[in-house]
């Protein structure tokens, strides 16, 4: 019998009424501290508690004074953009001594604050943990020297402590992904795209040097997401002799034709023996031992700078939110916790056992056990060392297996950014794994024309950089064109389909699987990888493409609300992209800070629409100057974009103009977001293993053919929650609306309220979803088929 759940409470249970909570950012910057500094006040006054801003980190703590300030709803307005942080960071020496927390302590205390939300890496975390641990004694002291009164301990006799990650690195262990990561990587990638258009012109190669002094995923997932040639890393260094591969590699690349490379180098990149290895003496290897033209290029402190990535926006959002929640709910024996998100799922972990593993990574990199040192950075850094070194090296013809399959690969539906880097990825692991791989160009239309070649290792060079679908891609489905794609497939003897794209690829498998009862050319291993901007493909949280659109939507609302600053007050109404899904209308809401987003899957009247724009109105009549309101294109038939736009004129007429915007075909164009190359690299190369894995098991030696009909033989490789799943493509169609285009349950769908509470909307928050306090898995199971790839 199913347990109930005992969590499925809402947000109304929980009060912050007579509670304090302060927020400080601690150590080095990182974009998207803002966005959870906004949140953790938003939702802190949301639900009846005193907000305060720690100003200049520890350091304001222990000097007090009007480094401690009460903070209002209005004080967070217009920071979701801003990088850095606006409340000020600092190393504090002071804070480390004895008297230092006793100073901090009594500063806390005279303002009743014993909830700290703490924004920094492992060094600031630690510090709070242990001023935690001291707490009680501290205040003792304070007694004794007559600085509070005795009732005081009583009153204040826990300080409750919740951490976020806030660090460019993402050196910290238990998470995925820190606050900044994903925007220095947009940083890096910006120049790693800029440079190499000018290192084709000149046929150079380039070293670029990017931060990680003890961690190299920065290095890592930029080397992935560019398909740089080589990558040095301090986790995994290179074994003794790399210098002459290395330089055989380089040249190797050259010889077939391609006019520029690219080797990536951490800040704390070291060999073997401990001895680092700088970026100029990488450049002095290859200008000695080829010849090659050689420049250097430091990033240095652009990777810390500039404004949030959509995803550091949400993900600071949603974590500061998260906090919060975990204050209201701790108690005088709750360990320290670390929000975090794990897959797109919330987690709460004690704070001291990811210090802890953390600090165990170092020790193993100082023991040169760096293995171990991989292992225990966790999953996702481990699946990007294994999928970084299938791609990138390219094993000599005869180490190859051979296989004699034959498997095709094509895009089906609208063009997504990431789409070329699942491409690349494909062909790149299928070549490695022995088979012969095969292009398909415009989808099943140039299928069934016959639009299919050979595609070779060095054909896919310099794709993951590149926008839309270099294969062309259609809408077309197979049904009517089944017999000729029959004939193309016996013709090519193709053995295996993979099928990268949007809603019309999961309906073409579908067919294809129908199809199987007539052609025996359909019984083969058939795998889909979903790519569409739209992120409304049933069977996967996640789409490649869609971080890209997002991106694209919430650059594009900074602007227009910039380009109001200094006029009357303004409302903006933004029409986005996704058909019947309202994924980038409410996600891009959150990231952007919207004031409400209409969408079909929530439905929505007049009378909702009156109460946006009254709302909106109380707003504007206070310090607020500007209201942004998205629209999901499919939202209502008859509540068009131009009937917001003129209910609101007229409605806000005296108080404010409102201006209207639809983005268009922008949401779709630009060069992929790193995490959409990331991802799409990825989840395409788990594919196309899983491919290779069912052709060995359907392969008949007795009639030397593959034949495979059974439903598992055609699947959807989605993300669902912390895993990737390989679903059977006819098990999900009793998830699907297949009228609208939509998955019938949609996880996104939580966040909405999010966005309410954030825009001062009292609503009902369900936290039965939030973060449990988990253990950190020091030794993890082998690496399975429903692992994450993020």
Same mark, same amino acid.
């Given at each position: 019998?199913?347990? /109930?759940?005992?969590?499925?409470?809402f947000?109304? =249970?929980?009060?912050?009424a007579?509670?304090?909570?302060?927020?400080l $950012?601690?150590?080095?910057?990182?974009?998207?501290?803002?966005?959870?500094v906004?949140?953790?006040?938003?939702m802190?006054?949301y639900?009846?508690?005193?907000?305060?801003?720690i100003?200049?980190?520890?350091?304001?703590?222990?000097?007090?004074?009007?480094?401690i300030?009460?903070?209002?709803w209005?004080?967070?307005?217009?920071?979701l953009?801003?990088?850095?942080?606006v409340?000020?960071?600092?190393?504090?020496?002071?804070?480390?001594?004895?008297?230092?927390?006793?100073?901090?302590?009594? =500063?806390?205390v005279?303002?009743?604050i014993?909830?700290?939300?703490?924004?920094?890496?492992?060094? #600031?975390?630690?510090g709070?943990?242990?001023?935690?641990?001291?707490?009680?004694?501290?205040l003792?002291e304070?007694v004794?020297?007559?600085?509070?009164?005795a009732?005081?301990?009583?009153?204040?006799?826990a300080?409750?402590?919740?951490?976020?990650?806030?660090s460019?690195?993402?050196?910290f262990?238990?998470?995925?992904?820190?606050?900044?990561t994903?925007?220095?990587?947009?940083?890096?990638?910006e120049?790693?795209?800029?440079? @190499?258009?000018?290192a084709?012109s000149h046929?150079?190669?380039?070293?670029?040097e990017?931060m990680?002094r003890h961690?190299?995923?920065?290095?890592?997932?930029?080397?992935?997401?560019c398909?740089?040639?080589?990558?040095?890393?301090?986790?995994? /260094?290179?074994?003794d002799?790399?210098?002459?591969?290395?330089?055989?590699?380089?040249?190797?690349?050259?010889?077939?034709?391609?006019?520029?490379?690219?080797?990536?180098?951490?800040?704390g990149?070291?060999?073997?023996?401990g001895?680092p290895?700088?970026?100029?003496?990488?450049?002095?290897?290859?200008v000695?031992?080829?010849?090659?033209?050689?420049?250097?290029?430091?990033l240095?402190?652009?990777?810390?700078?500039?404004?949030?990535s959509?995803?550091?926006r949400?993900l600071a959002?949603?974590?500061?939110?998260?906090?919060?929640?975990?204050?209201?709910?701790?108690?005088a024996?709750t360990?320290?916790?670390?929000?975090?998100?794990?897959?797109?799922?919330?987690v709460?972990?004690?704070?001291?056992?990811c210090?802890?593993?953390?600090?165990e990574?170092?020790?193993?990199?100082d023991?040169?056990?760096?293995?171990?040192a991989v292992?225990?950075?966790?999953?996702?850094?481990?699946?990007?060392l294994?999928t970084y070194?299938?791609?990138?090296?390219?094993k000599?013809e005869?180490?190859?297996?051979?296989?004699?399959?034959?498997?095709?690969?094509l895009?089906?539906?609208a063009?997504?950014?990431?789409m070329?880097?699942a491409?690349?990825s494909a062909?790149?692991?299928?070549?490695?794994?022995?088979?012969?791989?095969?292009?398909?160009?415009?989808?099943?239309?140039g299928?069934?024309?016959?639009?299919?070649?050979e595609?070779?290792?060095a054909?896919v060079?310099?794709?993951?950089?590149?926008?839309?679908s270099?294969?062309?891609?259609?809408?077309t489905l197979?049904?009517?064109?089944?017999d000729?794609i029959a004939?193309q497939?016996?013709?090519?003897?193709?053995?295996?389909?993979?099928?990268?794209?949007?809603?019309e690829?999961?309906? #073409?498998?579908?067919?294809?699987? @129908?199809?199987?009862?007539?052609y025996?050319e359909f019984?083969? /291993?058939?795998?889909?990888?979903?790519?569409?901007?739209?992120?409304?493909?049933?069977?996967?949280?996640?789409?490649?493409?869609?971080?890209?659109?997002?991106?694209?939507?919430?650059?594009?609302?900074?602007?227009?609300?910039?380009?109001?600053?200094?006029?009357?007050?303004r409302?903006?109404?933004?029409?986005?992209?996704?058909?019947?899904c309202?994924?980038?209308a409410?996600?891009?809401?959150?990231?952007a800070?919207?004031?409400?987003?209409?969408?079909?899957e929530?439905?929505?009247?007049?009378r909702?629409?009156?109460?946006?724009?009254?709302?909106? $109105?109380?707003?504007?009549?206070?310090?607020i100057?500007?209201?942004?309101?998205?629209?999901?294109e499919?939202?209502?038939?008859?509540?068009t974009?131009?009937?917001?736009?003129?209910?609101?004129?007229?409605?806000?007429k005296?108080v404010?103009d409102?201006?209207?915007n639809?983005?268009?075909?922008?949401?779709?164009?630009?060069?992929?977001?790193?995490?959409?190359?990331?991802?799409?690299?990825?989840i395409?190369a788990?594919?196309?293993?899983?491919?290779?894995?069912k052709?060995?098991?359907?392969?008949?030696?007795?009639?030397g053919?593959?034949?495979?009909?059974t439903?598992?033989?055609?699947?959807?490789?989605g993300?669902?929650?912390?895993?990737?799943?390989?679903?059977p493509?006819?098990?999900?169609?009793?998830?699907?609306?297949?009228?609208?285009?939509?998955?019938?349950?949609?996880?996104w769908l939580?966040?909405?309220?999010?966005?309410?509470?954030?825009?001062?909307y009292?609503t009902?928050?369900?936290?039965s979803?939030?973060?449990?306090l988990?253990h950190?898995?020091?030794?993890?199971?082998?690496? #399975?088929?429903?692992?994450?790839?993020?």
């Open positions: 019998m199913a347990q /109930p759940d005992t969590k499925k409470i947000f109304e =249970n929980l009060s912050g007579g509670k304090a909570i302060a927020v $950012t601690s150590g080095g910057d990182a974009q998207g501290m803002n966005a959870a906004r949140a953790v006040v938003r802190g006054l639900v009846g508690a005193k907000v305060y801003f100003h200049e980190g520890y350091q304001g703590m222990v000097d007090g004074g009007e480094n300030r009460e903070a209002t209005e004080s967070v307005s217009s920071m953009q801003v990088g850095g942080t409340i000020g960071s600092a190393r504090c020496k002071e804070f480390r001594s004895h008297e230092g927390r006793l100073k901090a302590a009594h =500063n806390l005279q303002r009743g014993t909830n700290l939300c703490v924004i920094g890496g492992d060094g #600031s975390l630690t709070a943990n242990l001023f935690r641990e001291e707490w009680s004694g501290l003792n304070l004794e020297q007559g600085v509070i009164e009732e005081s301990v009583q009153k204040y006799s300080l409750h402590i919740v951490g976020m990650v806030g460019i690195d993402n050196d262990c238990g998470t995925d992904m820190t606050i900044g994903d925007s220095a990587l947009h940083r890096i990638i120049v790693v795209d800029a440079i @190499m258009t000018t084709q046929q150079r190669t380039f070293v670029l990017v990680g961690c190299g995923y920065l290095a890592l997932v930029s080397a992935l997401a398909g740089a040639d080589w990558v040095l890393i301090p986790e995994m /260094p290179p074994e002799g790399w210098e002459d591969k290395m330089c055989q590699k380089l040249s190797a690349t050259r010889s077939r034709g391609t006019r520029l490379n690219i080797i990536i180098v951490a800040e990149a070291i060999d073997r023996h001895k290895i700088t970026s100029s003496y990488v450049k002095e290897l290859v000695k031992c080829l010849g090659f033209d050689t420049r250097v290029t430091i240095g402190h652009v990777q810390r700078g500039g404004t949030p959509a995803f550091d949400i959002s949603r974590m500061g939110v998260e906090a919060v929640l975990a204050l209201l709910e701790t108690t024996n360990p320290a916790c670390v929000v975090s998100l794990s897959g797109n799922q919330s709460r972990l004690p704070l001291m056992e210090v802890q593993m953390t600090q990574v170092q020790k193993a990199m023991q040169k056990r760096f293995e171990e292992k225990l950075r966790g999953r996702s850094f481990e699946n990007n294994k070194k299938l791609l990138a090296h390219r000599p005869s180490e190859l297996p051979v296989s004699n399959f034959n498997v095709a690969v895009n089906v539906g063009p997504a950014a990431g070329n880097a491409v690349r062909v790149r692991v299928g070549i490695s794994e022995g088979h012969k791989m095969f292009a398909v160009s415009d989808g099943f239309e299928f069934y024309k016959g639009q299919i070649k595609i070779k290792w054909d060079g310099g794709w993951t950089g590149q926008g839309g270099l294969l062309g891609t259609k809408r197979p049904a009517k064109h089944v000729k004939e497939m016996r013709k090519h003897n193709i053995n295996a389909l993979l099928v990268i794209g949007g809603f690829a999961f309906l #073409s498998l579908l067919e294809l699987l @129908m199809a199987r009862g007539k025996d019984c083969v /291993p058939m795998a889909m990888v979903p790519a569409t901007v739209s992120n409304n493909v049933p069977g996967s949280d996640l789409s490649i493409g869609a971080d890209t659109a997002l991106n694209a939507i919430t650059t594009t609302c900074d602007r227009i609300k910039q380009s109001a600053s200094g006029t009357k007050r409302v903006f109404i933004i029409e986005t992209m996704g058909g019947y309202g994924y980038l409410t996600v891009g809401g959150l990231a800070g919207a004031d409400a987003a209409y969408i079909y929530e439905s929505f009247d007049i909702d629409l009156q109460a946006n724009v009254e709302h909106l $109105t109380e707003k504007m009549k206070t310090s100057q500007r209201g942004l309101v998205l629209r999901n499919n939202s209502n038939e008859n509540y974009t131009d009937f917001i736009y003129q209910l609101y004129t007229e409605e806000g005296g404010f409102c201006r209207k639809v983005l268009g075909h922008m949401q779709q164009g630009g060069a992929p977001s790193p995490f959409d190359r990331n991802f799409g690299t990825k395409s788990k594919a196309m293993q899983w491919v290779s894995k052709l060995v098991e359907t392969f008949r030696h007795d009639e053919r593959v034949f495979a009909n439903e598992d033989s055609c699947c959807l490789l993300m669902r929650r912390r895993a990737l799943i390989f679903q493509v006819v098990q999900l169609k009793d998830e699907t609306d297949f009228v609208h285009r939509i998955p019938k349950e949609q996880w939580k966040l909405r309220p999010l966005m309410k509470i954030l825009a001062k009292k009902s928050y369900d936290v979803d939030s973060g449990q988990e950190v898995v020091h030794n993890r199971p082998k690496e #399975s088929d429903a692992s994450v790839a993020m």
